[in-house]
């Protein structure tokens, strides 16, 4: 029925949802169930994950409760935003209850096996040079640095968002003096309202996690990844918005996950078209400080889900699933402007 590239958050969800009523082959090109940083999911990527059938007994299994966020504007002022439901995840424990799902499905996963070479006309598929069996719809979830949207649009790749991400669990659960259960964000400003460094902090009786946000050149890609935390506790505390706090949580802290925050640009992409549909990070990424990169992959996968299902396009449900995104970051840029 469908092959899907990549086995991150849209592929095994994707996956998941299309083997409870027939096979499905993904291709992940790990050795195993992905981890990394953690994130944090709204009410709206619940939803998606459940209308899907992922129970909320799994998903709540997986994840804290997160009652706010809370954050300093420019002019000082402290505002919270508790409107809309979230948990925060840890990366690993999210794939592992989505991979959990799919796996109890007809869908095959089969890690270890890059797709290395793509013919988007015929819709083939080669790792290493071997032909591999493939569909004919083609979804391609395999992130940021697709192979599949290289074949498809060239032109439109990845682009340097301005900023390092630093993602860190501590070794224990940390307890400094802000309230539990709270993504707390200290941010400093430049002279036109606009955050140079981010370092935010959640914590509860079970865990606590940060992540710090710097505004510097990008780094090589072979120098991302997991790293031990000493080569990269000058840079943050030089740039902590909060000295103490960072302390607190660095001293508890081994390795952290460093990332460049990346866009996908979407306003001038090719209209979807068959056999291969780019979804998630794929077509679409968005650097972290938009706090919505997960929720679109969840979305995009519950969208071609529900058209695969019922016999419709995959290509329709993506262009409209383009159509909204970019309808909501216009206005979230707008509302950027007015609060800055």
Same mark, same amino acid.
Not at 177 to 197: K, M, N, Q
């Given at each position: ?36 940083? =953690?994130?944090?999911?709204? #009410?709206? +990527? ?10 909320? @007994? ?22 919270? @935003? ?96 802000? #309230? ?151 206005? +979230?840029?707008?509302? =950027?402007?007015?609060?800055?």
């Amino acid at each position: 029925m469908v092959t899907i590239i990549g086995g991150g958050i849209a592929g095994t969800l994707l996956a998941g949802a299309l083997g409870r009523a027939a096979p499905v082959t993904v291709y992940e090109s790990q050795p195993s169930i992905g981890a990394g940083h =953690f994130l944090a999911l709204d #009410d709206r +990527a619940h939803t998606a994950l459940t209308r899907l059938g992922v129970g909320l @007994d799994r998903l709540h299994g997986a994840s804290h409760p997160l009652a706010a966020r809370s954050a300093a504007d420019p002019t000082g002022v402290v505002r919270s @935003d508790s409107r809309t439901e979230r948990r925060l995840y840890l990366r690993a424990e999210l794939m592992r209850a989505l991979t959990e799902f799919a796996s109890a499905t007809a869908a095959e996963l089969h890690y270890d096996t890059p797709v290395t070479e793509l013919n988007s006309t015929e819709g083939t598929l080669f790792s290493g040079g071997k032909p591999i069996p493939a569909d004919e719809v083609i979804i391609a979830a395999d992130g940021i640095d697709s192979l599949a949207r290289r074949h498809l649009e060239p032109g439109r790749s990845a682009e340097y968002a301005g900023q390092i991400v630093v993602y860190g669990i501590t070794t224990r659960p940390i307890r400094p003096h802000t #309230d539990p259960s709270v993504l707390h964000f200290d941010r400093r400003f430049d002279a036109e309202g606009r955050p140079v460094t981010t370092f935010g902090h959640f914590w509860n009786d079970e865990l606590s996690v940060w992540f710090t946000r710097l505004t510097r050149e990008p780094m090589a890609v072979q120098d991302t990844g997991s790293q031990p935390l000493d080569g990269w506790a000058e840079p943050i505390l030089a740039a902590a918005p909060t000295l103490d706090l960072v302390e607190t949580m660095l001293a508890a802290t081994e390795t952290v996950h460093v990332s460049n925050a990346r866009t996908v640009p979407l306003a001038d992409a090719l209209p979807p078209q068959a056999p291969v549909i780019l979804c998630g990070d794929a077509d679409h990424a968005i650097t972290p400080a938009a706090g919505v990169g997960a929720r679109d992959a969840i979305e995009d996968a519950a969208a071609l889900a529900e058209a695969l299902l019922s016999g419709g396009s995959p290509a329709t449900a993506m262009a409209e699933r383009r159509a909204r995104i970019l309808a909501e970051r216009g206005a +979230a840029a707008q509302m =950027f402007r007015k609060t800055t």
